[in-house]
T-cell receptor, first 114, second 115 residues
Framework: GAGVSQSPSNKVTEKGKDVELRCDPISGHTALYWYRQSLGQGLEFLIYFQGNSAPDKSGLPSDRFSAERTGGSVSTLTIQRTQQEDSAVYLC????????????FGPGTRLTVT | GNSVTQMEGPVTLSEEAFLTINCTYTATGYPSLFWYVQYPGEGLQLLLKATKADDKGSNKGFEATYRKETTSFHLEKGSVQVSDSAVYFCALSGAGGTSYGKLTFGQGTILTVHP
């Protein structure tokens, strides 16, 4: 079956521009997560959606970052006024539940801010 | 808050050597523990997991035991292969409250296996 998909796979943008990153989770998965993978910081949690509950935004690094999940499925991560330190691979994952459930990761979007 | 510490890498081994990658954690309550692997050019995938103390996770010849008394989840394999070359991440998922669900990762350990 289809796994988690993300688009675009690569994005190069100029400093100060806004970007939108998309995640399509596995159908039926109620939990959706965004992480960031960068050389300096490793793998960091950003935000997490579980069903209809309010999202856990505790990992978002600044108010330039936001995310939404429409209809309990597709999610979009938006970064406004991008900075060079935002350059990283942004990973999306989904799972059937929380806690001990396996998270299935997408291939990531590599964002480069010039 | 939660944290995971992995042994420093990179690790370079010859084929058929024994592998240990150390992982210790700090968390309140009873977290679930995971090892994820990232093969060259591929995405993160779950290697094994353990959800309670003394559980042993195993897959593809790799094993790790959830040791609450030492807060550890060391990854071991008796005989590595060239195809095991990858980056290995230890991670935990919080047991409740605000940390429930999301993964906290270690720094990652790069493993290279030579023929």
């Amino acid at each position: 079956g289809a796994g988690v998909s993300q688009s675009p796979s690569n994005k190069v943008t100029e400093k100060g521009k806004d970007v939108e990153l998309r995640c399509d989770p596995i159908s039926g998965h109620t939990a959706l997560y965004w992480y960031r993978q960068s050389l300096g910081q490793g793998l960091e949690f950003l935000i997490y959606f579980q069903g209809n509950s309010a999202p856990d935004k505790s990992g978002l690094p600044s108010d330039r970052f936001s995310a939404e999940r429409t209809g309990g499925s597709v999610s979009t991560l938006t970064i406004q006024r991008t900075q060079q330190e935002d350059s990283a691979v942004y990973l999306c994952a989904s799972s059937t539940g929380q806690g001990g459930y396996e998270q299935y990761f997408g291939p990531g979007t590599r964002l480069t801010v010039t | 808050g939660n944290s995971v510490t992995q042994m420093e890498g990179p690790v370079t081994l010859s084929e058929e050597a024994f592998l240990t990658i150390n992982c210790t954690y700090t968390a309140t309550g009873y977290p679930s523990l995971f090892w994820y692997v990232q093969y060259p050019g591929e995405g993160l995938q779950l290697l094994l997991k353990a959800t309670k103390a003394d559980d042993k996770g195993s897959n593809k010849g790799f094993e790790a035991t959830y040791r609450k008394e030492t807060t550890s989840f060391h990854l071991e394999k008796g005989s590595v292969q060239v195809s095991d070359s990858a980056v290995y991440f230890c991670a935990l998922s919080g047991a409740g409250g605000t940390s429930y669900g999301k993964l906290t990762f270690g720094q990652g350990t790069i493993l290279t296996v030579h023929p």
